[in-house]
């Protein structure tokens, strides 16, 4: 092999790992981006937080430091369930110019109001939250209570289906003022009521 021969070897060698350099760089990197808010199509729904890292990975996987999210889920008070709707708020198309890439988003810790006009129908505490905008669901896990009126639901982990207005818990204690409930598993809405408990250990 003659030395200019092994020289255009070499160099296209060299070209060939600056290249994946460059590529693992692209899709490994993290962007951190402090006082992030977000407002997403209509206004419907906000999100702030104190920074918003995009994790390395192909997709570009966002995470939000003390996120906080508002939900205007009606143009008046709640008396029922009826009165709130959040359809197609949490969807990909709502979410579209949301940085990162992929369908899931994380929050660590998070905290979600959720209004009927200028009242706040029910607040939702974690420690941790994923938000699926492809299945349009929401998972808070950590601890994760939800206060509607005088009604505190306390559980391991919380799922909210925005589309039904539906609350799954697992391992949760249900509070009223007149009584307490512990269980292994509850199905309820966001306003808490009614409430199908599923397995109750005791009241």
Do not use: C, W
């Amino acid at each position: 092999m003659t030395a200019k021969r092994k020289g255009i070897i070499l160099a296209a060698v060299v070209a060939i790992v600056a290249a994946a350099a460059l590529y693992l760089l692209a899709y490994t990197g993290s962007t951190t981006i402090p006082g992030f808010h977000f407002t997403g199509k209509d206004g419907v729904v906000a999100v702030r937080a104190d920074r918003l890292m995009i994790e390395g990975g192909f997709f570009k996987h966002p995470v939000l430091e003390n996120a906080y999210i508002d939900a205007h889920a009606g143009p008046k008070k709640a008396v029922t369930i009826d009165d709130l709707d959040l359809k197609d708020v949490f969807s990909k198309g709502r979410f579209s110019s949301f940085p990162g890439k992929g369908s899931i988003i994380e929050a660590r810790p998070a905290a979600m109001k959720i209004y009927g006009g200028k009242d706040v129908a029910a607040q939702i505490f974690a420690s941790e939250l994923e938000i699926d905008l492809k299945h349009r669901r929401l998972t808070f896990r950590g601890t994760a209570r939800i206060l509607a009126g005088n009604t505190l639901l306390i559980a391991d982990r919380l799922t909210f289906l925005p589309e039904e207005m539906s609350i799954e818990a697992e391992g949760f204690a249900l509070q009223k003022p007149d009584k307490r409930v512990e269980g292994r598993s509850l199905k309820t809405n966001v306003l808490l009521d009614p409430v199908a408990i599923g397995q109750p250990d005791k009241e």
